[in-house]
């Protein structure tokens, strides 16, 4: 953040000196990210990776609960060797759909990170065109408090986002 802001301060300094106007821009990243059409790719990859996955996860849930309905309507009339092997049938079942649970969600979350640094890089990619196309001195992204509407290029890297997809 400090090196951005002296970065921003030598190009002030420059600018003075030499009384050329600098064309400074801020890109909301945020903003970018949400509207990608890249995003909404990756968003329906991961599902579809992972819904059978989830569908299972739910199928053990279901399994598990209908075991445990029957442990508690029926062990008045089970024997206890018969209740015993119930509960421990539950309990390994239970052991073996949180590892499972446990497992999707480190995969899934690895997955994710994967989708969000590829997007990540073609934003700046698409950012940096339009910065050298439309002969931007500075482009600002986070940490920005305030941006005036004219110096706003956000919807202009969204459009290069969409031509990039193409």
């Not at 997955?111 to 950012?127: H, M, P, S």
């Not at 931007?136 to 986002?161: H, M, P």
Request: proline share 1%; no cysteine.
């Amino acid at each position: 953040m400090k090196s951005r802001i002296s970065l921003f301060l030598m190009l002030m300094l420059v600018a003075g000196a030499s009384h050329a106007e600098l064309k400074i821009g801020f890109v909301n990243v945020a903003k970018v990210l949400e509207k990608a059409p890249q995003a909404a790719n990756a968003k329906s990859r991961l599902e579809t990776e992972f819904s059978p996955r989830d569908k299972a996860l739910v199928s053990q849930q279901k399994e598990i609960k209908s075991m445990e309905e029957k442990l508690g309507r029926d062990s008045a009339v089970m024997g206890e060797e018969e209740r015993r092997r119930l509960e421990k049938d539950i309990l390994d079942k239970k052991r073996d759909a949180q590892r499972a649970q446990q497992e999707f969600s480190e995969d899934f979350n690895m997955r994710r990170n994967e989708e969000l640094g590829n997007l990540q890089k073609r934003i700046v990619e698409a950012v940096r065109a339009l910065a050298k196309e439309e002969s931007f001195d500075l482009l600002l992204t986070d940490g920005v408090i305030y941006a005036n509407d004219q110096i706003d290029v956000t919807s202009r890297v969204q459009q290069k986002l969409e031509t990039l997809s193409q």
